[in-house]
């Protein structure tokens, strides 16, 4: 079955360094791709999705590229900000029903 | 617009009683799903209503789950006889059910704690 997995947490970061999250994901035919941040004492929201392969999603200065040949959707940002400390979700949908990874904690001190 | 809103935010049970959790969608979201997060584990699909069809109900872990979804807008979800594993964060979440390439609106959750 399909199934995503995540770089165990938390990642521990000063302000201001580059982050990377890595996402890789197991899934037949040609899958959507989304990460998913959740900020504490709130529900899931949308950060950025792809939906083709070499598709780059973007926003709010996070990107994550979707890479078929190496079943990848890493997320990255140049410069975290303690603002940014959150849970990350990769998560893959192919229908009507994603599959979520387990989730990074990311923590930012200043 | 309104998101989509859970009620109660938290909820504190004895073992053995039963719970209601409630789930307010996003208005012409026509699909609506429910979730189990619990520490550590990422999130667990529970059930799915999409419009009038039936639910897909695969991920309910026992039949102590139950979920109805009244005139396609809120939905209820009810745990009988509850159990301390049942214990976890309850996450509903609305699409405009467009399939692979939808994005879920997740409402903030309700905390079940089961003593």
């Known amino acids: 079955g399909d199934s995503v997995t995540q770089m165990e947490g938390p990642v521990t970061l000063s302000e ?23 900020y504490p004492g709130e529900g899931l929201q949308l950060l950025l999705k792809a939906t083709k392969a070499d ?13 078929k040949e190496t079943t990848s959707f890493h997320l990255e940002k140049g410069s975290v900000q303690v603002s940014d400390s959150a849970v990350y979700f990769c998560a893959l949908s192919r229908s009507y029903i994603p599959t979520f990874g387990r989730g990074t904690s990311l923590i930012v001190h200043p | 617009g309104a998101g989509v809103s859970q009620s109660p935010s938290n909820k504190v049970t004895e073992k053995g009683k039963d719970v209601e959790l409630r789930c307010d969608p ?6 609506l799903y429910w979730y189990r997060q619990s520490l550590g ?16 109900k695969s991920g309910l872990p026992s039949d102590r789950f139950s979920a109805e979804r009244t005139g396609g807008s809120v939905s209820t979800l009810t745990i009988q006889r509850t159990q301390q594993e049942d214990s976890a964060v309850y996450l509903c979440a609305s699409s405009l059910a467009q399939g692979r390439t939808d994005t879920q609106y997740f ?5 079940l704690t089961v003593l």
């Open chain 2, 107 to 111: 409402g903030p959750g309700t905390r």
């Open chain 2, 41 to 56: 584990q990422g999130l667990e699909f529970l059930i799915y209503f999409q419009g009038n069809s039936a639910p897909d």
């Open chain 1, 16 to 38: 201001e360094a580059f982050l990377t999250i890595n996402c890789t994901y197991t899934a037949t035919g040609y899958p959507s791709l989304f990460w998913y941040v959740q």
């Open chain 2, 26 to 31: 996003i208005s012409g979201h026509t699909a």
């Open chain 1, 55 to 67: 598709d780059k999603g973007s926003n709010k200065g996070f990107e994550a590229t979707y890479r």
